[in-house]
């Protein structure tokens, strides 16, 4: 397990490393149409008809969010300001996350109806999971660490629930982009390589939280098999 963390951890690194290095790449190639980033969220939720949705200006870097709660696209000051291929996919990748809201996208459903669970299962997953662990090699006993697994294994299909939402969120963003014009072929493109390294971070992610799962599923079936 100590490994298969190791490996992922490292990758999770160097993608997120890959990914900031993209950004300030494409962050100095201003659009040609000179739109911002707040620009392009405005336009985007209004030519798909989405009124009641606000773009908002955050702190931080990378922390750009839509927040389907209080219908709020929420855009970095780097992204809300700038009018550069970088901020031109983001705030439109965020964007696409409202569209899916406003027509009620499957798999954002469904990732929303699990966020109280989860909640609730990160809560007590981590000391489960540590407790059973002891309980198990102290005792034989599986209960607990089952219990623990269960949740680890809802957190893991989060995870993946959350891939088809970030990658049709991206599709709709660069389908959008491209046919009004926002960008150029050139910064298309610019803008196609930054959001697929945004996506592979949720990919290195839900890859080794299911490593970990299946490393778990082994350890519980190898001590049920010697009982």
Known sequence: ????????GVAGMLISWRLKSKFQKYAQE???SNFSGQE?????LADHGIT????????????????????TVNLSNDVFHGRNAAAAAVSAHECGHAVQHARAYSFLEFRSAMVPMLNIANGFMPILLMIGMFVLYSTGSVLLLTIGVALFALATLFSFVTLPVEFDASNRALAWIKEKGIVT?????????ALWW????Y?????????QLLYYL???GGRRGDD
């Open 30 to 32: 201003p659009l040609q």
């Open 40 to 44: 392009i969220a405005e336009k985007m």
């Open 218 to 220: 082994n350890l519980l």
């Open 203 to 211: 990919v290195v992610a839900a890859l080794g939280m299911l490593a």
């Open 1 to 8: 397990m100590y490994i298969i963390a190791i490996l992922f």
């Open 52 to 71: 009641d949705v606000r773009v908002i200006s955050v702190e931080g870097q990378l922390t750009d969010h839509y927040n389907p709660a209080d219908k």
């Open 198 to 201: 945004a996506a592979m971070t």
């Open 185 to 193: 072929p050139t910064e298309y493109e610019m803008s196609k390589d």
